[in-house]
């Protein structure tokens, strides 16, 4: 079946420094990418939509100048937490649908982010 | 505003009884509904999807949908010490790309046996 892989699956990191993520679909082609974070016994909440070559769209309150996502290829976004702080640390998940696939939608195994 | 709401739970379920879960949602145009488990520190597992108004069986699962009334149920039939998780209710919208989801925060059910 269809795989999404993510890295790093954890990550600690002190207080200032960026950190980047990345989302790759191993099997298939994915026009788009959904980055969402995730706080401790919390809902998935839906950070941006990442579409392969052009600009994310990000949700409401999340500030795109600090995460910054690229897609630049059709298997491979990524997110960036530049100047990471303690408030930034959460469980980031990404997902993906197939390019022409349907009603898809494959998820990473998230990433474990801890600001220290 | 856009909202999918759940029991928090937890729902403790003895092994072999049916564990009930319910969402609602506040979107009318809501048309696709999914039901994910995720066990901690994981990613979340599709278990089913519902479009229509009705029942929809998948092996011991069963998905009700009532779009006037703006919910969706799971039933989980013969439960398992395995079934313990948190079940996310998901919604996603006509008029977004496919995929972009709107998550419940999720019901944790324990399965004692």
């Known amino acids: 079946g269809a795989v999404v892989s993510q890295h790093p699956s954890r990550v600690i990191c002190k207080s200032g420094t960026s950190v980047k993520i990345e989302c790759r679909s191993l099997?298939?082609?994915?026009?788009?990418m959904f980055w969402y974070r995730q706080f401790p016994k919390q809902s998935l909440m839906l950070m941006a939509t990442?579409?392969?070559?052009?600009?994310?769209?990000?949700e409401q309150g999340v500030e795109k100048d600090k995460f910054l996502i690229n897609h630049a290829s059709l298997t491979l976004s990524t997110l960036t937490v530049t100047s990471a702080h303690p408030e930034d640390s959460s469980f980031y998940i990404c997902?993906?649908?197939?390019?022409?696939?349907?009603?898809?939608?494959?998820f990473g195994s998230g990433t474990q982010l801890s600001v220290l | 505003q856009k909202e999918v709401e759940q029991n928090s739970g937890p729902l403790s379920v003895p092994e072999g009884a049916i564990a009930s879960l319910n969402c609602t949602y506040s979107?009318?145009?809501?048309?696709?509904f999914f039901w994910y488990r995720q066990y901690s520190g994981k990613s979340p597992e599709l278990i089913m999807s519902?479009?229509?108004?009705g029942d929809k069986e998948d092996g011991r699962f069963t998905a009700q949908l009532n779009k006037a009334s703006q919910y969706v149920s799971l039933l989980i039939r013969d439960s398992q010490p395995s079934d313990s998780a948190t079940y996310l209710c998901?919604?996603?919208?006509?008029?977004?790309?496919?995929?972009?989801?709107?998550f419940g925060a999720g019901t944790q059910v324990v399965v004692t046996p």
């Open positions: 519902i479009y229509s108004n």
């Open positions: 099997d298939f082609q994915a026009t788009t």
């Open positions: 998901a919604v996603m919208l006509t008029t977004d790309s496919w995929g972009k989801f709107q």
């Open positions: 990442s579409n392969e070559g052009s600009k994310a769209t990000y």
């Open positions: 979107d009318r145009v809501s048309q696709s």
């Open positions: 997902s993906a649908t197939p390019a022409g696939g349907g009603e898809k939608l494959f």
